[in-house]
């Protein structure tokens, strides 16, 4: 079975800028044992080969991997979209970001069984082993340590979209207040996930036409939580799914996640 370490990254123009990713790396490798698992660093294809280099020089004991995927992301044409002028202070670089965590990606680990997204400002504190055994064995196919929801101007109009398309599919389902699991430390059986791939990209098509990502700045996090509630049947809120062991540093946000729960 097939497992990867993942995130996504840009390239920046001194060695320095990569600090934050370096310290990612420093925490993964302290906190993994099975270091053969590839570390996978999807971007834009601007980082240098002397940054890659540099990059993996700074922990030389992980399996650092970098995959360009502009073949299908950071689409220019996704830039012509009319912007809601709530969501304006958002650059076109994180609308692009949500769009590749939300479908894009997939294009990109189809060798892989398992994932566990780790994104750049984050600092695992918990065994990524431990993490890989439980999106291979857990109840759900889905591996996270918090739930968060969005304000309501940045998911405007997406659960509506959601209800369109279920109808389209011929369910029946209520309206839910958009929320999510914290997809920033991110775990995903791909096996069972791929069970339900003809109606999940069905759902990301339908998605990516309605614009939402582009227009109000629907974030990946409360997308996935539509996919567990009306595609998988689960509700992410549910405190038996929630994996409070799972301790990291948040640092854009300057928070310990789940700190209460590990002292």
Not at 66 to 73: A, D, G, L, W
Request: charged share 30%; net charge neutral; hydrophobic share 35%.
């Amino acid at each position: 079975m097939k497992k990867a370490i993942i995130v996504l990254t840009r390239g920046y123009v001194e060695e320095k800028d990569y600090n934050q990713l370096i310290e990612r790396h420093k925490h993964i490798s302290l906190n993994l044992e099975d270091k053969q698992i590839p570390i996978i660093i999807f971007n834009e294809g601007n980082i240098s080969d002397e940054h890659q280099q540099y990059i993996k020089d700074k922990q030389h004991d992980l399996n650092i991997n970098f995959v360009n995927i502009t073949k299908t992301s950071f689409l220019k044409e996704k830039e012509t979209v009319e912007i809601d002028p709530r969501g304006k202070d958002f650059g076109w670089g994180y609308r692009h970001m949500c769009n590749f965590w939300f479908k894009d990606f997939f294009e990109y680990v189809k060798e892989y069984d398992y994932v566990l997204r780790v994104d750049e400002d984050c600092y695992v504190k918990f065994s990524i082993d431990k993490a890989f055994s439980e999106i291979e064995n857990g109840d759900i196919p889905f591996l996270y340590g918090f739930v968060f929801a969005d304000p309501g101007w940045v998911v405007k109009t997406m659960n509506q979209t959601t209800i369109d398309f279920m109808r389209l599919k011929g369910k029946s389902t209520a309206p839910r207040r958009p929320f999510g699991p914290y997809t920033n430390v991110f775990g995903l059986n791909l096996i069972k996930i791929r069970e339900k791939m003809d109606i999940l990209s069905e759902y990301h098509q339908f998605i990516d036409k309605s614009n939402g990502i582009y227009k109000y700045r629907w974030g990946d996090l409360p997308l996935w939580g539509e996919i567990m509630y009306y595609i998988f049947g689960i509700e992410c809120n549910n405190e038996s799914y929630i994996k409070r062991w799972m301790l990291y540093y948040h640092k854009s946000h300057g928070k310990n996640v789940n700190a209460k729960y590990n002292q």
